[in-house]
């Protein structure tokens, strides 16, 4: 990187953090820090919650895969990715269901109320697992725009990231957030916009939506995986599942549907990228923006830049305020069994900190970001069954178990390569994966309805008091 590129690139971070601090509202109560209202106690607006969304999904690991899967597989590629976003209308309509149906205030007291306690907890493990994850996979995205691997810019430039993003989430939690994601979701939108102007004029607009093969070897593994794991993969999200709770449940899922079909749009136009680089036959080497941005030139690769950073401290921002809600009012709430209490902020605060060292060790070791996606939505299968099915049920811990933990055993033994090969459907590179979450889906189904059969054929039906844990 020469001294122009460098000082272009640096000002820029350190200009984004300056701003992001000084624009982001500072919270002076819990309610406003861990809930996102304002300082009267009012709700987060639609339109604020709809970008809110929109773009605390809009990883920077996302995009980046998007393209990468484009430039792999054509339009494909990029259409498999950007299923995923069709989770948020999904996840949003059985929120609404379950607030409207039950009257729960989260996930974690729906799931204690008809699975019970234990399973809130071993839910609660789950999503910490998938939060942890989301801070090394977005600061690693940031540093390759700085640098590789091993050289002091690209770590450095993560770091300084992170730090920015801590210092205003610090200031202000979920409102902050709330706040700033409404700022980098039109800063995003405008840099896109600002990257395909840059590309389309160099390709027949034609051949460029109309590469990719629509067969199983050529991407169509993975779009089928993507279409299996969207009713399990956003729950254990609660980047995305907090913000159903914020406002009232009609608008809640109005967002939800705009800002996925949304985040649809804007995943699959920026796997074009991807198919650029495939059709100018540009090396992605594990960063098709950055490969495509550097043979554009260096206002396209500041483009990029822009775009990655954006998207990455939408999403990261939002981690330490789920991280902070999670692990300072939820869990304490779960292992007391105590009546809802919001902490201070100190604790919160405390909780951000730590993981934003803490969450940055992944980094600095290597490891692929697709698998931050892939492998964790294979784990978490067991939830679908648990929120599709859980109107066959009052109470059922046993269900909630079978089919969970049956999906994190499925999803450990693919992460350590012991599914046997016969499992796979077609021969593709996510054939394996494919056929781990289909007939996954099947078992951890047959598990949720097992206790349910079993008791139908004795005829019971238990009381909550009558909990396994």
């Given at each position: 990187?020469?001294?122009?590129?460098?000082?272009?690139?640096?000002?820029?971070?350190?200009?984004?953090?300056?701003l992001?601090?000084?624009?982001?509202?500072?919270?002076?109560?819990?309610?406003?820090?861990?809930?996102g209202?304002?300082?009267k106690?009012?709700?987060?607006?639609?339109?604020?919650?709809?970008?809110?969304?929109?773009?605390?999904?809009?990883?920077?690991?996302?995009?980046?895969?998007?393209?990468?899967?484009?430039?792999a597989?054509?339009?494909?590629?990029?259409?498999?990715?950007?299923?995923?976003?069709?989770?948020?209308?999904?996840?949003?309509?059985?929120?609404?269901?379950?607030?409207?149906q039950?009257?729960?205030?989260?996930?974690?007291?729906?799931?204690?109320?008809r699975?019970?306690?234990?399973?809130?907890?071993?839910?609660?493990?789950?999503?910490?697992?998938?939060?942890?994850?989301?801070?090394?996979?977005?600061?690693?995205?940031?540093g390759?725009?700085?640098?590789?691997?091993?050289?002091?810019?690209?770590?450095?430039?993560?770091?300084?990231?992170?730090?920015?993003?801590?210092?205003?989430?610090?200031?202000?939690?979920?409102?902050?957030?709330i706040?700033?994601?409404?700022?980098?979701?039109v800063?995003?939108?405008?840099?896109?916009?600002?990257?395909l102007?840059?590309?389309?004029?160099?390709?027949?607009?034609?051949?460029?939506?109309?590469?990719?093969?629509?067969?199983?070897?050529?991407g169509?593994?993975?779009?089928?995986?993507?279409?299996?794991?969207?009713?399990?993969?956003?729950?254990h999200?609660?980047?995305?599942?907090?913000?159903?709770?914020?406002?009232?449940?009609?608008?809640?899922?109005?967002?939800?549907?705009?800002?996925?079909?949304l985040?649809?749009?804007a995943?699959?136009?920026?796997?074009?990228v991807?198919?650029?680089?495939?059709?100018?036959?540009?090396?992605?080497?594990?960063?098709?923006?950055?490969?495509?941005?550097?043979?554009l030139?260096?206002?396209?690769?500041?483009?990029?830049?822009?775009?990655m950073?954006?998207?990455?401290?939408?999403?990261?921002?939002?981690?330490?305020?789920?991280?902070?809600?999670?692990?300072?009012?939820?869990?304490?709430?779960?292992?007391?069994?105590?009546a809802?209490?919001?902490?201070?902020?100190?604790?919160?605060?405390?909780?951000?900190?730590?993981?934003?060292?803490?969450?940055?060790?992944?980094?600095?070791?290597?490891?692929?970001?697709?698998k931050?996606?892939?492998?964790s939505g294979?784990?978490?299968?067991?939830?679908?069954?648990?929120?599709?099915?859980?109107?066959?049920?009052?109470?059922?811990?046993?269900?909630?178990?079978?089919?969970?933990?049956?999906?994190?055993?499925?999803?450990?033994?693919?992460?350590?390569?012991?599914?046997?090969?016969s499992?796979?459907?077609?021969?593709?590179?996510?054939?394996?994966?494919l056929?781990?979450?289909?007939y996954?889906?099947l078992?951890?189904?047959?598990?949720?309805?097992?206790?349910?059969?079993?008791?139908?054929?004795?005829?019971?039906?238990?009381?909550?008091?009558?909990?396994?844990?």
């Open positions: 990187m020469s001294i122009t590129e460098a000082s272009l690139f640096w000002g820029f971070l350190l200009v984004y953090g300056a992001m601090y000084w624009l982001s509202p500072r919270s002076t109560n819990a309610a406003s820090f861990y809930r209202a304002d300082d106690g009012n709700p987060v607006s639609q339109w604020s919650l709809t970008a809110s969304i929109f773009i605390s999904w809009i990883f920077a690991k996302s995009v980046t895969n998007a393209a990468n899967l484009g430039a597989y054509g339009v494909v590629g990029g259409l498999a990715y950007a299923t995923y976003w069709l989770s948020i209308p999904v996840a949003g309509y059985v929120i609404y269901l379950i607030r409207t039950t009257g729960a205030n989260s996930l974690q007291d729906f799931l204690t109320s699975f019970g306690r234990l399973a809130a907890l071993s839910f609660a493990a789950a999503i910490l697992i998938r939060l942890y994850n989301e801070v090394w996979s977005n600061t690693a995205v940031v390759g725009y700085f640098g590789q691997p091993g050289q002091w810019s690209y770590y450095g430039a993560a770091m300084l990231f992170t730090f920015f993003t801590l210092a205003y989430s610090l200031k202000g939690g979920l409102r902050s957030s706040f700033t994601d409404v700022i980098q979701a800063v995003f939108v405008f840099f896109v916009g600002a990257v102007f840059l590309i389309l004029p160099t390709n027949d607009v034609g051949t460029l939506v109309s590469t990719g093969e629509f067969r199983l070897g050529a169509m593994d993975l779009l089928l995986v993507a279409g299996l794991q969207i009713f399990s993969y956003p729950f999200d609660p980047v995305l599942t907090d913000r159903g709770f914020v406002n009232n449940e009609k608008t809640m899922l109005k967002s939800f549907v705009v800002a996925g079909l985040g649809f749009v995943v699959f136009v920026f796997s074009l991807g198919v650029h680089a495939q059709l100018n036959g540009i090396e992605s080497m594990g960063n098709a923006p950055a490969a495509v941005g550097q043979s030139g260096l206002t396209a690769l500041f483009f990029m830049s822009v775009v950073m954006t998207s990455a401290g939408s999403t990261l921002d939002s981690t330490f305020t789920s991280l902070a809600k999670s692990l300072a009012v939820d869990l304490p709430r779960l292992a007391r069994n105590a809802e209490r919001l902490p201070s902020l100190k604790v919160g605060s405390a909780v951000m900190v730590v993981f934003a060292l803490l969450g940055n060790i992944p980094m600095f070791a290597g490891t692929d970001i697709l931050a996606t892939t492998i294979t784990m978490v299968m067991g939830l679908a069954p648990v929120f599709l099915f859980y109107g066959f049920t009052r109470w059922s811990p046993w269900s909630f178990h079978l089919s969970f933990w049956t999906g994190i055993g499925l999803g450990v033994m693919l992460a350590a390569g012991l599914v046997p090969a499992w796979a459907i077609g021969d593709g590179k996510y054939a394996l994966l056929g781990v979450n289909a996954g889906f078992l951890c189904s047959a598990g949720f309805f097992l206790p349910l059969l079993t008791r139908r054929l004795l005829g019971r039906e238990p009381q909550p008091s009558q909990s396994v844990n």
